[in-house]
């Protein structure tokens, strides 16, 4: 299993302090050199001989915590009373909740909201089913599945370890699009089970976001749950870092002068995600993507382990081109990263075409670090939010998502997609654009908008959307 990803947060430290055995700048001075920034100091308690304060102290690196702890634990006349993680504290109790829209004050507000009016909105949906997405959350609110097998860098680590991250994606949804998600954490792993259980709770959504389900499996449960329900289903890890790698495409090639469709692309890491990413890629009009895993260049007329490998090999790399990334790399305009830290060396960049793009998205360790790639690439991106160019899913499933439900959409299409990736692409101004800042920041307030308005009106084009735009009286229910 991967190890826990490297992220700056804070920590509170209550310290008991002898005034006649230690000083202040002692104490900082062991916690800087044990990996920690004070950020804030407040006096909790003091006494004659005594003073009680609480540090906030930033950490980048998880152990920072217990390093800094001994060390203080070591000084004289300092003593640790409490260390609170403000991370953990933020979960406490879980992040998202169920409020209700109205407050019933009387009995006749029972009386509606429940037994015994609501027996005629029942009967209502049950003569016409498609009232259900008027008169029901379904209207509003989507699913976000997960069996815990390819949880962020962490790998398989079971539905409970993966509940806060779903519920910080279901945070997101409704911060960013007024979407309500509910995480549900699936107990098993086996591909019908899990296929079986969504279309048992479908009849609530409006759709359904899958979410760090481990490839091969998640190909066959999107595929068949888009087959066998009539509401959209969208795997975020595939097509979400599909749609906003492309924006992040788009733009860069718009920056170095060069045509899309003219590029050669090599990309590390045939999983589902770069499965994805290639297949919106040809859709943009790519003609020359090549596919690198661990056993190299993909190539046409091989018989691979993995069917979704042969599908692969067989639309990609025209020129069948053989060898390791190091050898199919020479000449590559763009090279895509959705692997491992560190495959991605500075002797391979300097191999490629002038003005080279590299995408190195492995988190939270890029293929390649952005200081060692430092002066040999035009424009450079990563999955981090401490680099430039962060390729984050977050600037594609809100809006996305806001999309599909406000035109009812019956699933996600190709077009979709790629009007999805040129409205965050468009986000970004000519004025804008430069090699810092080829795509906009996912706390953009118009990102969400421009990807729903796009969704939409690619939607009524592909001749999925469903809602006839009728104002009120289409929600009107028959006396």
């Known amino acids: 299993m991967a190890m826990p990803a490297t992220a700056s947060t804070n920590i509170v430290l209550r310290l008991e302090m002898d005034k006649d055995s230690t000083t202040f700048g002692r104490i900082a001075t062991a916690i800087g050199a044990t990996g920690g920034d004070i950020v804030a100091v407040d006096v909790s308690g003091t006494s004659k001989t005594t003073t009680i304060r609480d540090l906030t102290v930033n950490i980048s690196e998880t152990h920072s915590k217990e390093l800094i702890v001994s060390a203080l634990n070591k000084l004289p006349g300092v003593h640790v009373l409490q260390v609170s993680d403000q991370t953990f504290l933020m979960h406490l109790g879980g992040k998202i909740e169920v409020t209700p829209k109205m407050t019933i004050k009387t009995r006749d507000d029972l009386s509606r909201v429940y037994t015994p009016g609501v027996a005629n909105v029942s009967m209502a949906i049950h003569e016409e089913p498609s009232r259900a997405h008027s008169l029901t959350i379904k209207r509003n609110t989507i699913a976000v599945v997960s069996d815990g097998t390819a949880v962020l860098g962490l790998g398989n680590i079971g539905p409970l370890a993966a509940m806060p991250v779903m519920e910080g994606k279901a945070m997101l949804f409704k911060q960013l699009a007024g979407v309500d998600a509910f995480p549900i954490c699936l107990d098993t792993q086996d591909t019908e089970e899990i296929i079986a259980t969504i279309k048992h709770i479908a009849p609530a959504f409006g759709g359904i976001n899958l979410e760090d389900i481990s490839s091969p499996r998640c190909f066959e449960i999107e595929r068949r749950l888009i087959e066998e329900l009539d509401i959209p289903v969208f795997h975020d890890d595939q097509h979400g870092t599909a749609v906003v790698l492309l924006a992040g495409i788009l733009n860069a090639v718009k920056l170095v002068g060069k045509r899309l469709q003219d590029c050669k692309v090599v990309l590390n890491g045939v999983g589902a995600a770069g499965i994805a990413c290639t297949k919106i890629l040809l859709a943009a009009g790519v003609s020359n993507i090549i596919g690198v895993d661990r056993a190299g260049a993909l190539v046409s007329g091989r018989d691979y382990e993995h069917e979704a490998w042969n599908w692969y090999s067989g639309h990609t790399n025209p020129e069948r081109e053989q060898g390791v990334l190091s050898d199919v790399i020479a000449g590559a305009d763009i090279f895509i990263g959705v692997s491992a830290p560190g495959v991605l060396k500075a002797d391979d960049i300097r191999k490629m075409a002038k003005d080279q793009i590299v995408f190195a998205m492995a988190n939270p360790t890029p293929e390649i670090a952005p200081e060692e790639a430092e002066g040999l690439v035009r424009v450079m991106a990563t999955g981090r939010s401490d680099y430039p160019n962060q390729i984050n899913n977050v600037l594609c499933f809100p809006g996305l998502f806001r999309g599909v439900l406000d035109c009812r959409a019956s699933r996600v ?59 009120l ?7």
């Open 413 to 471: 299409t190709e077009e979709m997609k790629l009007a999805a990736a040129h409205a965050v692409a468009s986000v970004v101004t000519e004025e804008e654009l430069n090699e810092y800042y080829i795509i906009p920041s996912v706390f953009n307030p118009h990102v969400a908008e421009k990807v729903k308005e796009a969704v939409i009106q690619a939607a009524y084009a592909s001749g999925v959307a469903r809602r006839r735009e009728r104002g």
């Open 473 to 479: 009286q289409q929600f009107a229910v028959k006396a």
